[in-house]
């Protein structure tokens, strides 16, 4: 009970995880605005608006500042980590997806006419700049609401 009790008291674990819910659930109604379909299938997507990836560290990151002070290693530690992951999320994946774009575009021309079918490489694993701020404010918020509520 005592692992129990400390979870349930661990602020920057709700943070992480709010940060989390929400920038999934808000794909669901920025894809809406994007293509005029409600897709809720969204809420599992790893690619879309914000970046969950980013709204997660941000807000973790943040908390972790807030609750436990900016001055700690603790902090330090969760920045870097946030900024390889907001990193990775815009940069290298976004790279993979392009390349996953063209390598499906090339298999699609080199097999036209044949019944033989693989399947297509997945397209939409980074995000879009945009997508990277739009988690990065989400995080911002979430953490900096999440204290000011539970002070």
Known sequence: MIII???LHNKV???VLEGWLI???LKIPTEYLRSRRWLWAMFFAPGGMPSSHSALLVSGTI???LYHGFDQPLFAIAVAITMIV???AAG???QAGFHAE???YLFEELLKGHAWSEKDLKEVIGHTPLEVVG????GFIIAIGQWILWQ
Do not use: W
């Open 102 to 104: 063209r390598i499906n």
């Open 63 to 65: 908390a972790v500042g």
């Open 135 to 138: 988690g990065i404010i989400l």
């Open 23 to 25: 920038a999934q659930a």
């Open 5 to 7: 009790d400390q979870l």
């Open 92 to 94: 290298v994946r976004r």
């Open 13 to 15: 674990l709700f943070a």
């Open 86 to 88: 907001v990193h990775d």
